[in-house]
């Protein structure tokens, strides 16, 4: 298409499923007579999205996991904005930080499609289980400190050890290597780990999405419905930490 890398670069993201859509305009791929084998788009854009769907009422069909990392990612980028880049280079517990994020997002929450649960436990869990995101977007740091007065880990943003390219094309940050469903959990039940969320699905019959939703702190565990039986899922980032 005729333009610049940035515009072009994102209308192929939104193609792939990864965006809504570029400058309020929806795309999809269009495919010729001669694309012989090629998936129907129509039946294959929502796969694609990894739709899925919850009892709550804000959350639809059409939002998906990639979705919520990202607009969770901005409230970093708000805050950051807000206090400036020398403030964020300083080293913040998980508690401070929480606090400060939750101070910008209570500002602009009406921004965002999803709620977030703001403790120091879900932002420490949130911040290892996606780090290279926070590191590319913002130059994140992460220290585990010991010491008599704090024992845990501490977090900054170094805006300019950033990706500068990644920045640019921020839409790319929701990329298959930032999948929530991709990343290793371990169920608290009984201590299994599973290489990601989907392989969690195959062998407990948990959504993904609910797996996320318990890793990410938004729900306490899963109940099976027929059973009870509440299981627990956490990022193996978190336990592998602890």
């Keep these: 298409m005729a333009a610049g890398k940035p515009i072009a670069k994102a209308v192929h993201y939104c193609c792939q499923g990864y965006i809504f859509e570029v400058e309020r305009e929806k795309y999809e791929w269009v495919y010729g007579e001669d694309d012989r084998g090629k ?9 694609r999205r990894g739709k899925w769907t919850t009892k709550h009422s804000s959350w639809n069909a059409q939002n ?4 919520i990392i990202f607009q969770r990612s901005i409230v970093f980028k708000n805050w950051i904005n807000k206090v400036g880049t020398e403030e964020a280079a300083q080293w913040r517990t998980p508690k401070i930080l929480s606090y400060n994020l939750e101070k910008v997002y209570e500002e602009t929450k009406d921004q965002y499609q999803f709620p977030w649960i703001f403790t120091a436990q879900i932002l420490s869990r949130h911040l290892r289980a996606y780090d290279l995101l926070y590191r590319k977007m913002f130059g994140m740091y992460e220290h585990y400190l010991s010491s008599p007065v704090y024992k845990g ?3 900054k943003f170094v805006i300019e050890d950033a990706d500068s390219e990644f920045n640019i094309l921020i839409n790319e940050v929701i990329t ?12 608290l039940n009984d201590n299994m780990w599973f290489e990601s969320m989907n392989a969690a699905e195959r062998v407990t019959g948990v959504p993904y999405y609910r797996i996320f939703h318990c890793c990410e702190g ?6 099976v419905p027929l059973t009870g039986e509440k299981m627990e899922f956490r990022y193996a980032t978190e336990v592998q930490h602890k």
């Design 39 to 47: 998936v129907d788009t129509s039946k294959s854009y929502w796969n």
């Design 64 to 67: 998906t996991i990639r979705n």
């Design 153 to 155: 880990h501490l977090f």
């Design 176 to 187: 298959t290597l930032e999948r929530g469903n991709t990343k290793p959990v371990i169920r």
């Design 218 to 223: 938004d729900i306490p565990h899963y109940e």
